[in-house]
């Protein structure tokens, strides 16, 4: 199963260490603000990234505020 990441505001991916990659066969951590300008925008953009198929959010402060809501 997929462990999708999402970094709290103003940071970025980069509050994860690598160790947490370790958790899931496949993780992403993807940049939100290099996704667009908005939530709905940054939700589109990592389910893209995430792809197709089960998958595990987790999110801290805003990271974590209902991403996926609206598709």
């Known amino acids: 199963m ?6 709290p ?3 970025d991916g980069s509050v994860w260490p ?6 899931a066969e496949e993780c992403v ?6 996704l667009g300008d ?4 940054w939700a589109r953009a990592v389910i893209d990234l995430a792809g ?8 801290s ?3 974590g505020s209902g991403t996926c809501q609206g598709l």
Do not use: A, E, F, R
């Open 2 to 7: 997929k462990l999708v990441l999402l970094h």
């Open 9 to 11: 505001l103003p940071l």
């Open 18 to 23: 690598d160790q947490v990659t370790t958790l």
């Open 29 to 34: 951590v993807p940049n939100l603000y290099s």
């Open 38 to 41: 908005n939530i709905q925008g």
């Open 52 to 59: 197709v198929g089960p998958m595990t959010l987790v999110g």
């Open 61 to 63: 402060s805003v990271g």
